[in-house]
C-alpha cells in the first residue's frame, strides 16, 4: 500500500501545535466504504441495543452518538483501524519504533438538537502510563464551522494533564475556566474544515472542541486511537473497561491492541 506522503514539515507542525490537519488521506471508494459500513452499524445498534458505546445518557447523546470498538466486528472498519498508511503517519508523528491500535470508535454528531463537544483532554481519560498516544480523526462527511468541525487551542499539549470533564454535563468554558485569564487570553483556538476523506491527527493532551451541528446531516466521524509500542497499562476505570487482563504497570500486548506500523 502506498505511503502518505507525510513531511518533515507536517511532523514539525504536529510535534510543535499537537495537531496537524492532513488532506486526502482516504480515496473516494474509501470514505464510502466507511460510510456504508457505519449505516450497518448504527441500524444494527437500533435492532439489537448492540454498539451501545460507553454512555447513553441524553446529555451525552446530544453530544454525539458514540460506537466503539467497530473494528472488531465489521471488516470495513478493521481494515481502517489496521490500515497501514495511516498507522505509519502515528508512528512517524509519535516518533515511535512501532504504534499499537488502543481503540476505535465512530463519531456521529446529529443535527437540530445538538450540544457541542466541550473542550476536553483525551489522553486522562486512557489507562496509560506514558502520554504519546494520538487520535486520527477522519472525517466522513465534508466537515465545517456550522457542523461541528474539531477546533484545537495550537500548544495545549505542552500544558500537562488536567482533571477529565464530564462531557454530557460541562460547559464550553469548564476546561478553560481552571487557568487565569492572563494566560486563557493567549488560548487561540483554531477550526479545522475539511474534506471527507482528510483528517487530523491530535496529542492525547491537546486540548480540543467540536461545536453543535447546526447543519441540515448528521455529521459523521472515525476516530482510531493508537499508542507508542512500549505504552504501560495504568490501572484506570475506563468507559470502554478493560477486557485484556493486563496488569498495573504492563505493556500493552496481545489481539486486542495490535501493532499498525513498525517493528
Known amino acids: 500500500m502506498e505511503q502518505y506522503p507525510l513531511t518533515e514539515d507536517h511532523v514539525a507542525f504536529f510535534r510543535d501545535n499537537g495537531y496537524v490537519r492532513l488532506d486526502g488521506v482516504l480515496s473516494v471508494q474509501e470514505v464510502e466504504a466507511l460510510r456504508v459500513a457505519l449505516d450497518v452499524a448504527v441500524e444494527d445498534r437500533r435492532r439489537y441495543e448492540g454498539n451501545e458505546g460507553p454512555r447513553t445518557d441524553p446529555g451525552y447523546a446530544k453530544v454525539f452518538l458514540q460506537m466503539v470498538n467497530l473494528w472488531e466486528r465489521y471488516p470495513a472498519f478493521r481494515t481502517h483501524a489496521l490500515n497501514p498508511r495511516i498507522g505509519g503517519i502515528a508512528r512517524r508523528l509519535a516518533r515511535a519504533g512501532s504504534v499499537r491500535l488502543w481503540h476505535d470508535h465512530a463519531l456521529i454528531k ?145 489481539p486486542l491492541f495490535p501493532v499498525v506500523a513498525g517493528e
Open 110 to 254: 446529529y443535527p437540530k438538537d445538538s450540544k457541542p463537544t466541550v473542550w476536553h483532554q483525551d489522553w486522562v481519560y486512557w489507562p496509560m502510563h506514558e502520554t504519546g498516544a494520538l487520535s486520527c480523526w477522519m472525517a466522513l462527511d465534508d466537515v465545517t464551522v456550522k457542523n461541528g468541525c474539531m477546533s484545537f487551542i495550537p500548544g495545549s499539549h505542552r500544558l500537562g494533564p488536567c482533571d477529565p470533564i464530564d462531557l454530557g454535563n460541562a460547559t464550553e468554558e469548564t476546561l478553560l475556566a481552571k487557568f487565569p485569564p492572563e494566560q486563557r487570553k493567549k488560548f487561540l483556538p483554531v477550526a479545522v474544515e475539511m474534506k471527507a476523506g482528510s483528517c487530523t491527527f491530535h496529542d492525547g493532551l491537546t486540548f480540543h472542541y467540536a461545536g453543535p451541528n447546526t447543519s441540515e446531516s448528521p455529521r459523521r466521524a472515525m476516530v482510531t486511537i493508537y499508542m507508542p509500542g512500549g505504552t504501560r497499562y495504568k490501572t484506570l476505570e475506563h468507559i470502554i473497561g478493560d477486557r485484556s487482563g493486563l496488569r498495573e504497570g504492563e505493556e500493552f500486548h496481545g
